[in-house]
């Protein structure tokens, strides 16, 4: 059974940091892409950063740029989203998404598991 486990989720001021993880079972994680995907009320889920297998990073929307780091660990079978510099529009839910694939894409259809996603709420 393929399981995505999003924790580190958290209330946070703006300004302030946080570490997502993403712990993947049940596939052969050294050969999946792995996506950050995050959904804020009200507004469709939207592609944050992703990690090929190869460990080639794709970051989506100049937003996140030079503020949000992916990483990951095939030894743990997980992936990691340092997110620095939080502001008020970071707020949102936070999915980490896999697919049997190597590389990247921001679309959501692209991938074929998901986790169940945490609550990353940033305060003034």
């Known amino acids: 059974e393929v399981q995505l486990v999003e924790s580190g989720g958290g209330l946070v001021q703006a300004g302030g940091s946080l570490t997502l993880t993403c712990a993947a079972s049940?596939?052969?994680?050294?050969?999946?892409?792995i996506g950050w995907f995050r959904q804020a009320p009200g507004r469709e889920r939207e592609a944050v950063s992703c990690?090929?297998?190869?460990?080639?990073?794709?970051n989506y929307g100049d937003s996140v740029e030079g503020r949000f780091t992916i990483s990951r660990d095939n030894a743990k079978n997980a992936v990691y989203l340092q997110m620095n510099s939080l502001k008020l529009e970071d707020t949102a839910v936070y999915f980490c998404?896999?697919?049997?694939?190597?590389?990247?894409?921001?679309?959501?259809?692209?991938?074929?598991?998901w986790g169940q996603g945490t609550q990353v709420t940033v305060s003034s």
């Open positions: 049940g596939f052969t994680f050294d050969d999946a892409a």
């Open positions: 990690i090929s297998s190869t460990h080639t990073v794709r």
């Open positions: 998404a896999a697919v049997d694939y190597y590389y990247c894409s921001p679309s959501v259809s692209f991938f074929d598991y």
